[in-house]
């Protein structure tokens, strides 16, 4: 399966002719529907429900981009992607963007490709242990095994700490995410190691979440953001911009139950602006004057997204990710 | 009369330049579609800012690796770090394909055997292993192994120093001690004792026609002096135990149950081709010669030897070559249980640097030349067993 589709990935490189993806936003409108490129399975930000229907903060955000460019939620391709695939599946034009929980790294971002858009998620990267073998600091895992995924940032700052921290730790490398879980569930690591949210994602899945202890300690910073092809700026400034609404609604107060009620009637000058009741926001890059209000009714705004797949399911708390007024670091730049 | 040859070998020479102009044009046309393919490639890779080239290799890798046969550490280059990947795939390929042709060359017998029983197991081993997917053997014998065993801390241990359990197995390691290298040293000239009489044997048994037991004798020769040997130095082979410290066996030898894992499940499903193709040979043999061999006098263990094996060799032998190659290609199956093989290691630095290309080359490179070579090597076997045609 992935060599299959790298080897597509790569034959597209080979055989297209140059330049042919400064358009995506055309082509996107043209084939009616937005390829979007997202995790095999993470609950919360991106997994099939029990009917078959993509869920999670990362779906959302194709949902809301979906949205913008073609006025309908469901106007969404979903591709499942391996985290090797994940950049070249975008800097090939596979997909037109992915939202799988990708880390923001300088070398991504510069050489391989592609452009990162705005982070949706601020996380790090964390340990889960069993309760019973008594760990309750990173650096007491000397000599211990480790699952983690292969091709992912997850993999480096795992070699990094063993390093800084001058112990051994022994990894057990897989290519999915659902291979490492189950090799630690069985017993086979004594620890498993990704970003700490989906960490918390996957002990909600497990037989007995009580046995088992994400510790408090973070490894690393790990921005994650949506990305798209190098060298299309007004698809990367419709990413970036429609993240940022996102952001904006839930400063201003905007939800999808308020929101046609707001564009009516709010006096908001920043709320009329958002909203297209005043101005032209969305033509600044190709878009419905009204291109924010359709993406809010449908999949809410950045506080309704988070709700519905982060904290009533898994339970997680907004930490990092609140309002930069209300203690966090999300700060939407300003829409005008 | 000397005027008809000359139209005909101008009429010939008329085809072989046909000839040659159609097959310079297909090269032409072939050569130029993968110049176009490399440039456009590159100027798309330009385009859109990936970087190309080889360079990578000698940056620092930084990358963890569980399983290695050299020492290596996350400050090695990506370069070392495939190498190492490269190893973990020969390694588990040589074990597997000797490993498989011992237990292929049993069920090839057992299918032919005229015991009942043992005929039908192998045929039922045959067949099941023939037709489920090696990736599902794969992870059915990777869960079996971590799934049923305990963790280390209550290890099964089977004699002392030898310990089982779901973080694979680990055996004393044979440490050098004083009195090695003399050790080695008569361990050499033992065997060029032992090879130089089984050559004298031989030589004798031309000259004379008397049978002297080379193979035996030599054995006995290399057992006795190593074993002298041995004793004289005053034993040169220590060990290393392991011991569970903290979370994990330490010191002596592990094998990590996803080596162990991939093994067996190679060997489990090659062994089933190499069965069918043990069992064509044997079967190619028209029975008429054994039964005349038979008729002879000549002892079963030499009509085995002499009459059956080398005629059922020249059917085995080309099949079983691309069962090898099959293997290899099919080691690369375990990325899906977490066996650092190189296309494991491949696919780690594809995901840290974006260079898929070049990776997918270097594996292209490597399964070639493997396969190559183990071609070229079965040949040359091959041809040993071909009848020489006069």
């Known amino acids: ?336 | 009369m000397s005027s008809i040859p000359k139209i005909k070998s101008k009429s010939l020479s008329g085809q072989v330049l046909w000839a040659v102009f159609a097959q310079g044009a297909v090269l032409v046309v072939v050569l130029s579609a993968a110049y176009f393919l490399f440039q456009n490639t590159q100027a798309n890779l330009d385009a859109k800012g990936i970087k190309s080239g080889f360079a990578f290799l000698g940056h620092e890798a930084g990358l963890p690796i569980g399983d290695s046969l050299i020492e290596y550490d996350p400050t090695k280059s990506y370069g070392y770090a495939f190498l190492v990947g490269i190893l973990n795939t020969l390694m588990v390929s040589a074990l597997a394909i000797i490993l498989s042709t011992i237990l292929g060359i049993l069920v090839g017998v057992a299918r032919v055997s005229s015991n009942w029983l043992l005929a039908r197991l192998a045929a039922i081993y045959v067949e099941t292993l023939r037709n489920i997917p090696l990736l599902l053997t794969l992870i059915f014998t990777y869960i079996i192994i971590i799934g049923s065993l305990p963790h280390p801390r209550d290890a099964i241990s089977l004699f002392d120093g030898y310990f089982l359990s779901n973080r694979g197995i680990y055996i004393p390691k044979p440490i050098a001690e004083d009195g090695f290298g003399i050790f080695i040293i008569a361990a050499i000239v033992a065997s060029v004792l032992a090879i130089s009489f089984g050559v004298w044997a031989r030589q004798y048994k031309r000259r004379t026609g008397r049978l002297v037991p080379g193979i035996w004798g030599g054995l006995a020769i290399f057992t006795v002096l190593t074993g002298l040997a041995f004793l004289a130095t005053g034993n040169p082979v220590g060990s290393e135990t392991p011991e569970f410290r903290g979370f994990n066996f330490s010191g002596g030898l592990g094998l990590k149950p996803e080596f162990v894992a991939l093994l067996t499940g190679l060997v489990l499903y090659t062994a089933a081709y190499i069965g069918e193709n043990v069992r064509s040979g044997i079967e190619s043999v028209h029975a008429g010669q054994i039964e005349a061999a038979n008729a002879l006098g000549v002892p079963s263990g030499v009509v085995t030897r002499l009459v059956m094996l080398p005629q059922a060799l020249r059917v085995t032998i080309p099949a079983t070559t691309n069962d090898y190659a099959s293997l290899v290609k099919n080691s690369s199956l375990a990325v899906a249980i977490g066996f650092p093989d190189m296309v494991s290691v491949g696919g780690t630095i594809i995901g840290q640097n974006g260079q898929a290309i070049e990776i997918i080359a270097m594996w292209m490179a490597v399964y070639l030349t493997i396969n190559m070579l183990i071609s070229f090597g079965m040949n040359l076997l091959n041809s040993r067993v071909q009848i020489v045609e006069r």
Not at chain 1, 15 to 33: D, F, M, N, Y
Request: proline letters at 3%.
């Open chain 1, 1 to 336: 399966m992935k060599n299959v589709s790298l080897i597509s990935a790569i034959a597209l490189v080979a055989a297209t002719a140059g330049s042919a993806q400064a358009q995506t936003l055309e082509k996107v409108i043209s084939e009616g529907v937005l390829a979007c490129g997202v995790s095999e399975g993470v609950p919360g930000f991106s997994n099939p429900n029990s009917e078959g229907v993509w869920e999670g903060l990362d779906v959302d955000i194709c949902r809301a981009v979906a949205t913008a460019v073609l006025g309908d939620p469901d106007a969404v391709r979903f591709s499942p992607l391996t985290s090797s695939q994940k950049i070249l599946a975008v800097s090939s034009g596979q997909v037109d963007m992915t939202s799988r929980t990708t880390t923001w790294t300088m070398k991504r971002d510069s050489a391989e490709g592609v452009d990162f858009t705005q982070v949706v998620f601020y996380d790090g990267q964390g340990f889960m242990v069993r309760a019973e073998s008594g760990i309750t600091d990173a650096n007491q895992l000397d000599s211990a095994t480790v699952c983690v995924t292969t091709g992912t940032t997850t993999e480096l700052n795992l070699a990094d700490f063993a390093r800084a921290q001058n112990i051994t730790i022994e990894p057990v490398v897989f290519e999915g995410k659902r291979e490492a879980v189950a090799a630690y569930e069985s017993g086979r690591c004594d620890a498993l190691t990704t970003d700490a949210s989906q960490l918390g994602a996957f002990r909600t899945s497990f037989i007995d979440p009580e046995a088992h202890t994400i510790l408090d300690t973070l490894i690393s910073k790990e921005p994650l953001a949506p990305l798209v092809a190098h060298g299309d700026n007004q698809w990367k400034d419709i990413v970036t911009w429609t993240i940022f609404g996102l952001i904006s609604a839930e400063e201003l107060g905007i939800t999808s139950e308020n929101v046609a009620d707001l564009a009516a009637n709010s006096d908001n000058p920043d709320v009329q602006r958002l909203l297209g009741a005043s101005g032209d926001t969305g033509g600044f890059v190709g878009l419905e004057g009204s291109w924010m209000k359709d993406v809010i009714a449908s999949v809410g705004n950045y506080g309704e997204i988070f709700d519905r797949n982060l904290t009533q399911t898994l339970g997680l708390e907004r930490g990092l990710n609140a309002q930069w007024n209300d203690g966090g670091i999300l700060y939407a730049m300003p829409i005008r």
